[in-house]
């Protein structure tokens, strides 16, 4: 579905990401960890588009198409959705319009009609249910005045809606109690399927608890340094980051 | 001051004046005459003027117009485009400012008075009103129209009466082959107790001239009453406005004055002067402007707290595209007795091109010691998260802008209370957003 090559990317000047590869086929769920600064949140930047990351080297094959000549709407119609570390409040847009505006943007693209809003309703409603998302909420300004955990609901919630293909999570677990990541992590876990893939990137083993990953990646200075089954979280839990920056350095240094 | 700088324009003006006047006994003629001498003393306006600073309106004059006292003749048909759909209102059609009753559908509420203003003329209430409540002194515009109106509407509600429906005011100019030069005057007076919405709205008909309007309106809100006034301003591209509103509020009176000037017309100025003669007023004053290509638009306000325990609540908010300019003058004045008052001003503004220009000037003299007065301004672009954040879930760059536009005039559109003026706003906002 999804082939990383050799990705280079900066952004203001400061190289990020140092040469990443990474093969994602469809069914299959990749927890990306790593340190600080590593360069997580950037290489979820760069599959979705954000305009302020220049790609210096390599490739982004998605189902077959170069991902890095798409426009940010073009990659989310063609199926590639990020989960916001920080979803953005919009005052004076509400949450309701938006999610039927980026819907029929979808199904334009799709050569579908606009849903019928009877339709529309009830399919909003069967999806605010898999994330119990507070029906409260739906009128109300995008994202604005929500709680930290009510703002990454409604990012599941938008996943839900809009049924993208590669599903990327930046730090979704980050700020959520026990409860909220509960019913983010069921709500994940009744969306995947044999069709789709999900990148979760976190710093926690907690999550993965929840959404067990068939890979997990470390990522540290821009590039994949380690990868392993997640048996390998569990021994980052334990052992935390150090030993895979030193067996790094060494190796830089050869 | 004398009038240093003569025009074509003011020469016409100045010459023409013994012809254009129309000299029936009981038109006014004392008034008209110490207008015109007052128009005369100040002349038109330069940007030396403190009031035109960021306007230079002689750029609008320049072009040669006709007095055009005269009315075209309209059909229904051409009245279409200004159609309002799902609005239940009354109509009342000028066309050159002068009324016309087979276009309207007038109330048939007891208490409720629409008349031509010269129909009107002779009564009582309008000759001791008419001209009391602008500032003629330091207006040259106010003092133009004050000395050569023709047309104009009178309305008056009586006490107690509240009109069930609002009344959908449409102010249509025609020309043929010359440019116009068309001054309306309105005198509307909301009694005790009474209710009135207006709707106003224009429709440039021009074929092949250019209108240029110079309107007066004055309205007395008199004691409890409620006074909604929306005033929107779309006319066709090249139509040069200049309107003077001065409204006066007596105790306990609430009144809601909002603009919308949306495109295509090339120069809008309006003046907004709202004296507050009674306690315990509301007054809520919302603008707003979307601006594109090289439109003008100069919003000019002030608010006069002369009584205690007043509300003022004002906020503009403009968007503007391409090389438009906009000019907005926020002018509160509180009276030394006019204690316990709340005056609010905010101006906000998105600059959607680097060749759009804003000049904002807020103006506050505040004599009174306890009161609570606040002023703010504000310019910025598009939050390039936010425009991220939209195109993400596969919304495109064009759709993305116009929410954000629609957002960011949320807090005007919102307390417009008509649902159908609302929408119809709100779909004429995403029209003019067009981002070359």
Same mark, same amino acid.
């Given at each position: ?31 990306? @960890? /790593? ?79 606009? @849903? ?71 709500? %994940? ?25 068939? #890979? ?39 | ?72 003749? %309209? ?65 040259? #515009? ?142 809520? @004053? ?89 002023? /703010?301004?504000?310019?910025?672009? #598009? ?19 116009? @929410? ?33």
């Amino acid at each position: 579905m999804l082939s990383i090559r050799n990705l280079h990317a900066e952004v203001e000047g400061k190289q990020i990401l140092k040469g990443i590869n990474l093969e994602i086929n469809r069914g299959e769920i990749h927890a990306i @960890m /790593g340190p600080n600064g590593s360069g997580k949140s950037s290489l979820a930047s760069v599959l979705a588009g954000r305009e302020n990351y220049t790609v210096t080297q390599g490739e982004i094959i998605f189902e077959g198409q170069d991902l890095l000549e798409m426009a940010p709407e073009v990659r989310a119609r063609e199926g590639i959705f990020l989960a916001f570390q920080y979803p953005v409040e919009i005052p004076g847009v509400s949450n309701i319009t938006f999610l039927k505006t980026a819907v029929n943007e979808m199904r334009a693209y799709k050569g579908l009609p606009p @849903m019928e809003a009877r339709d529309f309703l009830k399919y909003t409603k069967e999806k605010q249910q898999l994330v119990s998302f507070d029906a409260n909420l739906m009128n109300r300004s995008l994202n604005e005045g929500f709680s930290g955990g009510e703002k990454k609901r409604n990012e599941i919630l938008q996943l839900a809606m809009l049924e993208p293909k590669l599903s990327i999570l930046d730090e979704t677990d980050s700020g959520l109690d026990i409860d909220a990541l509960r019913i983010v992590s069921n709500g %994940v876990n009744k969306l995947r399927n044999s069709d789709n893939a999900f990148v979760m990137i976190t710093h926690y083993q907690r999550l993965l608890e929840y959404i067990v990953p068939d #890979f997990v990646h470390v990522l540290y200075n821009g590039q994949i340094v380690k990868t392993g089954t997640k048996e390998l979280a569990l021994e980052l839990e334990e052992k935390g980051y150090d030993w895979l920056k030193e067996a790094y350095h060494l190796k830089e240094s050869v | 001051m004398t009038n240093e700088v003569t025009t074509p324009f003011y020469n016409y003006i100045v010459d023409g004046f013994p012809g254009f006047l129309d000299a029936t006994p009981g038109n006014f003629l004392p008034l008209r005459e110490e207008a015109f001498t007052r128009f005369k003393t100040l002349g038109l306006p330069t940007t030396k003027a403190e009031d035109w600073r960021y306007t230079n309106v002689q750029l609008f004059l320049k072009d040669p117009f006709t007095f055009s006292p005269v009315a075209g003749t %309209v059909t229904e048909t051409q009245l279409a485009p200004a159609s309002i759909v799902g609005l239940d209102a009354y109509r009342v059609v000028l066309v050159n400012g002068h009324f016309q009753e087979n276009l309207s559908t007038l109330p048939a509420i007891k208490g409720v008075t629409i008349e031509p203003l010269a129909a009107a003329a002779t009564r009582p209430l309008v000759q001791e009103h008419l001209g009391q409540h602008i500032h003629l002194q330091d207006q040259p #515009f106010a003092a133009l129209n004050t000395a050569l109106f023709t047309g104009g509407l009178f309305i008056e509600v009586a006490a107690n009466v509240i009109v069930d429906k609002p009344i959908y005011l449409l102010n249509v100019y025609t020309t043929t082959h010359k440019n116009a030069f068309i001054q309306p005057r309105n005198l509307w007076i909301i009694h005790t107790n009474a209710a009135l919405e207006i709707v106003e709205s224009v429709l440039d008909l021009s074929d092949n001239g250019i209108v240029l309007v110079n309107g007066v309106t004055e309205t007395i809100v008199k004691e409890n009453a409620e006074f909604s006034h929306y005033n929107l301003q779309m006319a066709a591209k090249d139509g040069r406005y200049i309107h003077y509103t001065a409204t006066e509020q007596e105790q306990y009176s609430r009144y809601h004055h909002f603009n919308f000037t949306l495109p295509a017309a090339s120069f809008t100025r309006n003046n907004l002067s709202v004296a507050l003669h009674g306690n315990y007023t509301e007054s809520n @004053m919302l603008g707003l402007y979307v601006a594109n290509d090289a439109q003008h638009v100069d919003n000019h306000t002030f608010v006069d707290h002369l009584r205690p325990n007043c509300n003022s609540n004002e906020l503009y908010k403009g968007v503007l595209l391409d090389s438009a300019k906009a000019v907005f003058t926020g002018r509160i004045h509180v009276n030394q007795i006019a204690q316990k008052t709340n005056a609010f001003q905010q101006n906000s503004n998105l600059l959607l091109s680097d060749k759009a220009d804003i000049n904002s000037q807020p103006q506050l003299e505040i004599y009174a010691d306890d009161v609570k007065c606040s002023h /703010g301004f504000t310019v910025g672009q #598009f939050n390039q998260e936010a425009l991220f954040y939209l195109r993400s879930r596969g919304i495109g760059e064009e759709a993305a802008r116009n @929410m954000l536009v629609g957002a960011f005039a949320y807090d005007i559109t919102d307390q417009v209370k008509i649902p159908a003026v609302q929408d119809y706003i709100i779909s004429h906002i995403e029209e003019s957003i067009v981002i070359n």
